[in-house]
């Protein structure tokens, strides 16, 4: 057993990412050419949805995971490290494919626009992981994954022919498998008793910090439209926001009230509110640009708020205890968005007017094909990860430093209030 | 109120969806055409290239966003000042304004297509929050004081009262309102005054000891004032016609909130007895000149007449948290939780009377009389409505708090352990915790 103090980052973090940003900025320099700007419609429209994505990317998620009482300041300054690396790295990474597998990649905003949402799904699953590895662990962790949706972004594109939209959603369930396997992986390696006593003591919530975690989620929840629909055009673009913005409001009326039913004595949980609230605008990403009635997609908000609560209530039942923090990602962001890339499935073969037999098969076995992939590329890549995560030169925090800001922070008042 | 209300909201989603299958389809370019072509064809205008009416929706878009994050963010975060309240304050505004947007889309669209089916598009999104904007004022009017279930069935009949005021106004007077001082500000004002003065309880005439903010609750609510204040040009303006009057829109409201600013810290420190600030002001007074110059925002004042606009509103706002909040509390018995009086209806109603005085110097083309008659009827509305509405609401079968849970959490929520901590936490880092004043 190792030491249970913390282990100093002093010399690891400061050559770990001043390395990383050197290497990147060289690659930049020799690679990356620069675009000429032209300013026009189209570029201040682009920008407008850049602009969202980045607030989603940095406030929303920031404080989303902000809700534990003594890990508030590392959530939120984390996901931002992360999101900056994670851009840097989508961009080398869509280069470097291009020119080795002709894939071809514009270098100009929807470049920047394509990084931030392909980073997504690192946030997701840092959400899992958030309080059990520290920063240098989640360097690694940021670069395995974006080098994962990479391939898959490759893969689904050639060989499963999906549009970038599609692709882009599946990343939500790939960022949940991904962030549920390294959770899985890094909670197996641990004496248990060790493990229980550090989460029941430091998986504790203050109002403020629930407040703060409010604060993230009302952000994803307002600017939800503009990420379903970043990569859509015309009415396609109109019928992703309306449908996005009618399964929001759905799941938000339908998470409260069941998150009362839920509870003996008729309470709300603040978490529950925290995630269910979202799952709305997950399951109706995938087909919300297909929906051309708003009853359709009220119906698919109503269902992932409902999938949203029971999975909520089920953790202590249905998965394992060590998992019981990290399971909101799965009923958030897992099955809504497997409930919406069925939905845009079933609304494919239901809309097509030339629906002969074989187009159906072809259809089938090309949607579950690129679905599945998403799914089993997040688990084997999320393992493999986990692994590496598992390695001592990272310097790990020990488990009774799980979900502590003292770990990695200077504190103002070192002893007030913990 | 662990079955019944679950069973009222899941019951009324249920019942929001099949109005919807019912009665809303998706706009699209061909019949936004259409919808174009006949109104213009009504007010004889000339023609527009199909392509400016199809990047309509793309142009409010962002506008539409920041009413959004007003409605979300702003008032949700405004309402967690009460030191034992925030999660409620921020929890049931999502809870009403994703109820409320639902059913002001319906209660709209079947007014303004004399209930047939109607076509949803951005401006019916915009007009949806603007809906819901007036439940929230209201709801801080009864902040603290009443049950889930309570508020459900508010939001349903305020909704319903507004969308008749507002197919009144624009419709029939055919009165400019374009930031909605009056039917939104002023009517969600007066309707929850009046819901609060039926809903009002004796017992709580003395302090109650959970009616007050802490240090932490106060920096909550300051992030609903800045994102307020932040994005009110995009509120004032998201109704306007494109081009020069949503331009002086926003760039009036700009004016009239940085001057209310000024003024409102001014009279904050004046009306105090050793000159210190009030952040009760400095959060809710400071918002006044979005309010005001609401009404005529898009009309062709002066710049310096927005700013005047504004630093009245902010005097008046002051002075109503100083001087009218306990006048109401002890002589009308109506109790303003949050002081929508002050920041919401008497700056409403200055815009309104401000919008008349525009008109009398020939700044626009509207009629003093309907606006007068738009002011009259949205005042009016709101205290018939808010009567009939406080007294269903004081039906003894709503679970209502009793008067020692007032302004709590736990009645409603399950509450982190670490809640007491937090008040500890700030007094042992040694603020300069004046005590309160008697």
Redesign the interface.
């Known amino acids: 057993m190792g030491s249970k103090y913390p282990r100093s980052l002093r010399c690891c973090l400061p050559l770990w990412a001043l390395e990383l940003q050197t290497a990147f900025s060289l690659l930049f320099c020799f690679f990356i050419p620069h675009d000429t700007a032209q300013v026009d419609h189209r570029f201040m429209a682009s920008y407008q949805v850049l602009r969202n994505l980045t607030l989603m990317a940095a406030l929303g998620f920031g404080f989303l995971s902000s809700s534990f009482r003594r890990h508030s300041w590392s959530s939120v300054a984390f996901n931002l490290f992360m999101l900056a690396l994670g851009v840097q790295g989508t961009i080398l990474l869509d280069h470097f494919l291009g020119q080795v597998l002709q894939w071809n990649k514009i270098n100009n905003l929807s470049s920047i626009q394509i990084a931030t949402m392909s980073t997504l799904p690192v946030l997701i699953s840092a959400g899992a992981v958030l309080g059990k590895v520290n920063l240098v662990q989640l360097t690694v962790m940021v670069l395995m994954e974006a080098m994962a949706f990479g391939a898959i972004r490759f893969a689904d594109e050639k060989v499963f022919k999906m549009t970038e939209h599609i692709i882009m959603m599946h990343g939500h369930v790939f960022g949940a498998y991904f962030g549920l396997t390294v959770a899985w992986w890094l909670s197996r390696s641990l004496p248990r008793r060790v493990g229980e006593n550090a989460q029941t003591e430091k998986v504790q919530m203050a109002t403020s910090s629930s407040l703060f975690a409010m604060l993230g989620t009302l952000f994803l929840w307002i600017f939800w439209p503009a990420i379903n629909s970043a990569l859509l055009e015309g009415t396609k673009k109109r019928n992703a926001v309306f449908n996005t913005y009618y399964a929001l409001a759905v799941s938000a009326v339908t998470a409260t009230s069941m998150s009362a039913l839920s509870h003996p004595q008729g309470k709300i949980n603040m978490v529950h509110i925290h995630n269910a609230v979202l799952a709305g605008g997950v399951a109706v990403g995938a087909p919300g640009c297909l929906i051309s009635s708003p009853w359709i997609s009220m119906v698919l908000g109503l269902i992932a708020g409902l999938i949203s609560i029971w999975g909520a209530k089920c953790p202590r039942a249905c998965l394992n205890h060590m998992l019981q923090n990290s399971s909101g990602i799965h009923y958030t962001f897992g099955l809504p968005g497997l409930l919406g890339a069925l939905t845009y499935y079933c609304l494919q073969i239901v809309t097509e007017p030339k629906s002969s037999d074989l187009w159906i098969i072809t259809q089938t076995v090309t949607h579950i094909g690129a679905l599945s992939f998403a799914v089993a590329m997040g688990m084997v890549t999320g393992l493999l990860t986990g692994c590496l995560l598992s390695v001592r030169v990272w310097r790990a925090p020990h488990a009774a430093k799980y979900f502590d800001d003292q770990t990695f922070w200077e504190f103002p008042h070192l002893a007030v209030g913990f | ?3 019944k ?2 069973l ?3 019951s ?3 019942a ?3 109005l ?2 019912l009665f ?6 061909q019949n936004a055409s259409q919808k174009n072509a006949s109104h213009q064809n009504a007010s004889q205008q000339g023609n527009t290239s199909s392509s400016a009416k ?1 990047d309509q ?2 142009q409010l ?2 506008l539409f ?1 920041d009413v ?2 007003m409605i ?2 702003g008032f ?2 405004l309402m ?1 000042f009460l030191k034992k309240y ?2 409620s304050g ?2 049931f505004n ?2 009403l304004a ?2 409320g ?2 059913w002001g889309t319906i209660m709209q669209g079947l007014l303004h297509s004399h209930g047939k089916e109607f076509h ?1 598009g951005i401006y019916n ?1 915009i007009n949806a929050d603007f809906s819901t904007a007036t439940v929230l004022i209201s709801f801080g009017a009864v902040l603290g004081k009443t049950s ?1 279930i309570q508020m459900l069935i508010m939001t349903i009949l305020e909704i319903a009262v507004f969308a008749g005021n507002e197919y009144l106004v624009t419709e029939l007077f055919e009165a400019s309102d374009t930031g909605a001082s009056m039917t939104i500000h002023a009517f969600g004002a007066y309707f929850g005054l009046a819901v609060a003065g039926v809903l009002y309880r004796p017992g709580l005439r003395c302090e109650h000891p959970n009616d007050e903010s802490v240090y ?1 609750s106060d920096l ?1 609510a300051m ?1 609903g004032t800045l994102f307020l204040w932040i994005f009110w040009p995009s509120f004032n303006s998201a109704i306007a016609d494109p081009g020069d009057h949503q331009y002086r829109a926003i760039v009036n409201t700009y004016m009239s909130l940085a001057a209310c600013v000024i003024t409102a810290y001014a009279l904050s420190s004046l009306v105090e007895r050793r000159g210190r600030l009030d952040m009760v002001h400095i959060q809710n007074a400071t918002l006044a000149g979005g309010v005001a110059v609401g009404t005529c925002a898009d009309m062709e004042i002066p710049l310096y007449a927005a700013m005047t606009i504004g630093s009245i509103a902010g005097i008046i706002s002051v002075l109503g948290y100083k001087f009218f909040s306990p006048l109401l509390a002890n002589k009308l018995m109506i109790h303003d939780t949050c002081g929508v009086h002050n920041l919401h209806g008497l700056p409403g109603v200055f815009g309104g009377l401000a919008s008349i005085v525009a008109i009398s110097w020939g700044m626009s083309t509207a009629s003093m009389a309907m606006q007068a008659a738009a002011l009259g009827s949205s005042i009016g509305s709101a205290i018939v409505g808010g009567l009939l509405t406080g007294l269903i609401l004081k039906l003894p079968i709503w679970n209502q708090p009793p008067d020692e849970y007032c302004y709590d ?2 009645v ?8 007491e ?2 008040n ?2 700030f007094q ?2 040694n603020h300069n915790h004046v005590e309160h004043e008697v």
């Open positions: 109120m662990r079955f209300f679950p009222m909201a899941i009324l989603e249920v929001m969806i099949v919807f299958g809303v389809e998706y706009e699209t370019p199809k929706f793309f878009y962002p966003q959004h994050v979300f963010v949700g975060f967690t925030g999660f921020v929890g999502l809870f994703a109820l947007l639902q949803f999104m889930p932490h909550f992030i959490d736990s409603s929520w399950k509450v982190p352990k670490f809640r901590l937090d500890r936490f042992h880092a």
